[in-house]
């Protein structure tokens, strides 16, 4: 059921601005609410109020922006925090307690009991305030605390009747699928609210927790763009919609305008000062890039042979990469296709031979392979190919002496 109704609660103006390379300006912070409002994430969380004078603006900028996303801040459970949120005009607090031993002893200080009546008094009290205003109380470090006390602290705060979700964090990235799914069913079976999931990424396992989660029950997931967070950051935005789109495709295309991530990617990275990963779910360079002969056969007769995710569907294209030792002959003739260039499938295979024995020698790029592939077209219009030594024709490589790799590839730069 979650899996079709999930929500993304988008945290990069908040976990985001916790990326030791982000330093948001108000204005970027407005280009990047606009770019997510335009992808379609249902809600934005932005930083307290609380963290600054500019903080607290920004928020009430935001807040009256008329996005369609719902605009959230993130505070600690605190009436004054609360109420200083409330003026900002946002439309829902985030409000969070560590209930970890560890957070207990050396955070806050407070007992399971202490927390519980602390949530209760604030909570209810944020709920007398605004009564329209959507509410979320999570723990925090929440796998790293006892099970009866987080289970105790939560069915109290449900047994309110105040709060619209319940929020686990997994704060320091220890969790794993299996443990996220048995805490949310849990909570699903014993609770009545929604339940939010917030994963950090320290151990790679973000995105297959969050999913985890949906599967379990959880109804919101909090991301961020490229995943930026505290120390490598929480669950990004980009591969948990690729997770989403590889479930349900056609939900995931209707939720979301899929075209506009790599705008959002490009721009949250160019703020931070950082490149796109070259192997970034979706939007890295490598993402749609297809190497080995084999896979590119299958490729161009059929993308889903090896593709789940249709390039198309997010406005990007593959790329089939020619010019390597792995190359296959199908590709290289799909190459000569697309250049307008008539050769044989014969003459086709002699030069995807000629490619590979290049590409052992140097690193080649496709302008290479185009150049060799015009070659042979124009020494076709000209006569028979001449079997020929001749240290200009690229067959010479071939005949070329592999003892003397420097010569070799004195050669190949000389002639190509
Ligand atoms: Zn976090």
Partial sequence: MSLEKFNIIESTLREGEQFVGANFTPEQKLKIADALDEFGVEYLELTSPLASPQSRIDCE??????????ILTH?????????????????????????????????HGKSIDEIIELASEVLTWIRSQAPDIELRFST????????????????????????????????VGVATPRRVFELISSLRRLTHADIEFHGHNDTGCAIANSFSALEAGATHIDTSVLGIGERNGITPLGGFVARMYAHNKAATKKKYKLKKLRKVDQLVAEIVGVAVPFNNYITGVTAFTHKAGIHSKAILNKPETYEILDPQDFGLTRYISIAHKLTGWNAIKDRAEQLGLELSDAQIKLVTQEVKALADIKQLDLEDVDELLHRW?????????PQTTDATSPIAYRAAPKENGRNEKQLVKQTL
């Fill in 75 to 107: 505070i600690r459970c605190h009436k004054d925090d609360a109420a200083i949120a409330l003026d900002t005009g946002v439309g829902g607090l985030d409000v969070v307690i560590g209930t970890s031993s560890m957070l207990r002893e050396f955070s």
């Fill in 377 to 385: 077209a124009e020494e076709q219009m000209t006569e028979d190919r």
């Fill in 61 to 70: 900028t935001i807040a009256r922006r008329g996005l369609k996303a719902k």
């Fill in 140 to 171: 925090e470090d929440s796998f790293r605390s006892e099970e009866k006390d987080l289970m105790r602290v939560y069915l109290a705060v449900d047994k309110l009747g105040v709060v619209n979700r319940l929020g686990i964090a997994d704060t």
